[in-house]
């Protein structure tokens, strides 16, 4: 069974706007990580978070961790039209990593 | 430095046929990790393994083996190929399993498309 669950499924936004897409998770984790990929190609890595952290900046990238709730969230301030893809939750225990169905978005120029 | 290569990027079957999916990394991570994804799904974990001559099954093992001879290298086979596993095949390597130590992250392959009839 997946680990992770992102919602919203699809997010559509303009230019400049912000994005925020969530995942829970229903085990304890050691570490989860953002990834994204973009149509036709694998996945890139954007950032972990560890499960003793709350919160997490690179760039304009910003994950909460509340693992009370089992919960994570993924902002990108200011999107640009490059930001367009899906985004991945990946939750790790156990040696294993377990991925959500993914957030699809557009953002529109 | 070309990472987490595999071969070929398409591939059509007939169902019954085998195959071999190449993965490749040079990065000498001791864990490499085969998924596949779904249409609208997110990855599914298939065989992954923690150094040469190490492998372990995954979530969705039915149907595809897997070994381990170099560090480099983990091809998956499938062994007699059914319609159900028309999917992408996603090839992953990191240098520790994932959540041990303070974390890394995988390093993907663009991934191999394949199709079966």
């Known amino acids: 069974s997946q680990q992770g669950e992102e919602d919203p499924q699809a997010l559509s936004i303009q230019e400049g706007e912000n994005a925020t897409m969530n995942c829970s998770y229903k085990t304890s984790i050691n570490n989860l990580q953002w990834y994204r990929q973009n149509s036709g190609r694998g996945l890139v890595h954007l950032i972990l978070i560890r499960s003793n952290e709350r919160e997490k900046h690179s760039g304009r990238l910003r994950v909460t961790l509340d693992t009370s709730k089992k919960s994570s969230s993924l902002l990108i301030t200011a999107s640009r039209a490059a930001d367009t893809a899906s985004y991945f939750c990946?939750?790790?225990?156990?040696?294993?990593?377990?991925f959500g169905d993914g957030t699809t978005l557009t953002v529109k120029p | 430095n070309a990472g987490v290569t595999q071969t070929p990027k398409f591939q059509v079957l007939k169902t019954g046929q085998s195959m071999t999916l190449q993965c490749a990394q040079d990065m000498n991570h001791e864990y490499m990790s085969w998924y596949r994804q779904d249409p609208g799904m997110g990855l599914r974990l298939i065989h992954y393994?923690?150094?040469?001559?190490?492998?372990d099954q995954g979530e969705v093992p039915n149907g595809y083996n897997v070994s381990r001879s170099t560090t480099e290298d983990f091809p998956l086979r499938l062994l007699s190929a059914a319609p159900s596993q028309t999917s992408v095949y996603f090839c992953?390597?990191?240098?520790?399993?994932?959540?041990?130590?303070?974390?890394?992250?995988?390093?993907f392959g663009d991934g191999t498309r394949l199709s079966i009839l």
């Open positions: 990946a939750t790790e225990r156990q040696g294993k990593s377990t």
């Open positions: 393994s923690v150094g040469a001559g190490i492998t």
């Open positions: 992953a390597s990191s240098y520790l399993p994932p959540g041990q130590g303070r974390g890394q992250p995988q390093h």
